[in-house]
């Protein structure tokens, strides 16, 4: 069974930069597509990005391009967000969560959250 752990986070300035990691354990990562999420208090999640089984195709939320960058490390099992000129709305709990590769569209997935596996989450903060 496919495991995720997320980490990376901490409290971080205004314009400041964070990289997370979500580490994949019991099966071979490459055979996913894996997605960022994010939930902040009162509000519903949301798909930040998300990246093909193989990494060549990726999709960003409009708030977050530009800022934010998606890759992953097959041989490594692990997929990473790098987050720069970070902003206090960028806070909130950030998930990792993973599908079989070709069930859905990496579009489809960071748009519905359509997802078989979710990490316990690692919490953001932007704030000065």
């Known amino acids: 069974q496919l495991q995720l752990v997320e980490s990376g986070g901490g409290l971080v300035q205004p314009g400041g930069s964070l990289r997370l990691s979500c580490a994949a354990s019991?099966?071979?990562?490459?055979?996913?597509?894996i997605g960022w999420f994010r939930q902040a208090p009162g509000k519903e999640r949301e798909g930040v990005s998300c990246?093909?089984?193989?990494?060549?195709?990726?999709r960003y939320a409009d708030s977050v391009k530009g800022r934010f960058t998606v890759s992953r490390d097959n041989a490594k099992s692990t997929v990473y967000l790098q987050m720069n000129s970070l902003k206090p709305e960028d806070t909130a709990v950030y998930y990792c969560?993973?599908?079989?590769?070709?069930?859905?569209?990496?579009?489809?997935?960071?748009?519905?959250?359509?997802?078989?596996?979710w990490g316990q989450g690692t919490q953001v903060t932007v704030s000065s």
């Open positions: 990246i093909s089984s193989r990494g060549g195709i990726t």
């Open positions: 969560a993973a599908k079989p590769s070709g069930v859905v569209s990496v579009q489809a997935m960071c748009l519905s959250g359509s997802a078989d596996y």
């Open positions: 019991g099966v071979t990562l490459d055979a996913y597509a």
